[in-house]
């Protein structure tokens, strides 16, 4: 099994940043992409950037130029430095990352429990 824990979310104001991390544990021979998705109220999880191991990125174009997702392979982490946040921002945020528990294994996709980004003055 493998676990994602997401941390740094909060309150900011407009205009403010947060970075996002989340780490993944467990039995991991190795990952792919991870990537990082969003929640709105009222609207479908939708996907904010993705990173592969190679470290090739692509964004949401409603973040493009704001935010910027890294990766730490070593340490199985990913993270979302999110810049100029605006109220509609505001969601819940999700971590996912695909990884193969085993060499050979199949590679299975796994998601984070969510963590609260609120964007308000």
């Known amino acids: 099994q493998v676990v994602l824990v997401e941390s740094g979310g909060g309150l900011v104001q407009p205009g403010g940043s947060l970075r996002l991390s989340c780490a993944a544990s467990?039995?991991?021979?190795?990952?792919?992409?991870m990537g990082w998705y969003r929640r709105i109220p009222g609207k479908e999880r939708e996907r904010v950037a993705h990173?592969?191991?190679?470290?090739?990125?692509n964004y949401a174009h409603y973040v493009r130029g704001r935010f910027t997702i890294a990766r730490d392979n070593a340490q199985n982490t990913v993270y979302l430095q999110m810049n100029s946040l605006k109220p509609d921002d505001t969601a819940v945020y999700y971590c996912?990352?695909?990884?193969?528990?085993?060499?050979?294994?199949?590679?299975?996709?796994?998601w984070g429990q969510g963590i609260q980004v609120t964007v308000s003055s």
């Open positions: 996912n990352g695909i990884f193969q528990q085993f060499r050979g294994g199949s590679w299975e996709s796994y």
């Open positions: 467990g039995s991991i021979f190795s990952s792919t992409a």
């Open positions: 990173i592969s191991d190679t470290g090739l990125t």
